[in-house]
């Protein structure tokens, strides 16, 4: 195999896109930006002059700490636990709130110390979505104490950690998971209530991040926000065999599901037909 074709698997995928960074200095709102100001938080930053981040993601554990939650790594976790704990690596105050997994309350893997809401059939329906969920997941908030609250993938808890922030003047920042999140037909939400949870904490956030330009635009479009596009955060190789000794030109890992857009492969592929690609 040779490396010019994966070379040019990735610039037929990739383009020119330059590597994201996670923006946590405080930036004037633009104006004509449709985000409600009023009651933004006035931003305070943590020890050192660094602001504190907490990373609010319920299955975070499985890419954290798997030996707690065994339910596999999905995108979300890896996409939260990358960049939290590098982070932390670079010294800021970095914190978790997560699903109760029978772990200790404030628990810390690398640099990222985790607190526990609610445990996974706790309290009884109907009534669960205000208590333990609600509830305790707030208290966790609190007890995290961040600065910067960071939450992606649209949900109810978009909202819950909104109002929490606004409540206790905190900076908000939702990261969009994928497109679906930018079309109110595409939502993957079940409930009228969550959705309109979202929504709330969408129109409330101190920053919103999108993958894309697309997305940036659907967001616009859509739900009169403006965001920033910020790439997704990819771990270093951790290969023990050099780029030259690798036999796979391109591998595609994933959800077998539309959304996923699988249509891109066939496609990419199609462009690239010397090479060899593997699902």
């Not at 990735?10 to 020119?16: K, T, V, Y």
């Not at 954290?64 to 065994?70: E, I, R, S």
Request: glycine share 8%; proline share 5%; charged share 20%.
């Amino acid at each position: 195999v040779q490396p010019d074709r994966r070379q040019r698997v990735m610039g037929a995928h990739f383009g020119a896109a330059r590597p994201a960074r996670l923006g946590l200095e405080e930036q004037d709102v633009p104006s004509g930006q449709t985000q409600e100001a009023a009651g933004s938080p006035v931003f305070v930053a943590g020890e050192g002059g660094r602001p504190s981040i907490c990373f609010v993601g319920l299955r975070n554990l499985a890419v954290l700490a798997p030996q707690f939650d065994t339910g596999g790594g999905a995108g979300e976790p890896v996409q939260q636990t990358l960049p939290a704990t590098a982070l932390a690596r670079r010294g800021y105050s970095v914190s978790m709130v997560t699903t109760d997994f029978g772990q200790a309350d404030g628990q810390a893997w690398e640099g990222v110390t985790t607190y526990k809401a609610f445990a996974p059939g706790a309290g009884i329906p109907i009534f669960r979505f205000i208590h333990p969920r609600w509830t305790r997941l707030w208290a966790a908030l609190g007890r995290a104490h961040a600065d910067v609250y960071y939450v992606s993938c649209a949900g109810a808890i978009v909202g819950q950690v909104a109002l929490f922030c606004r409540m206790h003047r905190k900076r908000f920042v939702f990261r969009v998971a994928s497109d679906a999140d930018c079309v109110p037909d595409t939502l993957i939400i079940e409930y009228a209530r969550d959705k309109w949870l979202y929504e709330y904490g969408l129109r409330r956030a101190s920053g919103v991040l999108a993958q894309t330009v697309k997305q940036q635009q659907l967001l616009r479009d859509n739900y009169r926000v403006n965001s920033e596009v910020a790439k997704l955060v990819v771990a270093r190789d951790r290969s023990d065999s050099t780029f030259h000794e690798r036999n796979i030109d391109a591998l595609w890992v994933s959800n077998i599901r539309r959304l996923k857009r699988p249509d891109l492969l066939l496609r990419l592929a199609g462009e690239v037909p010397d090479a060899s690609f593997q699902v």
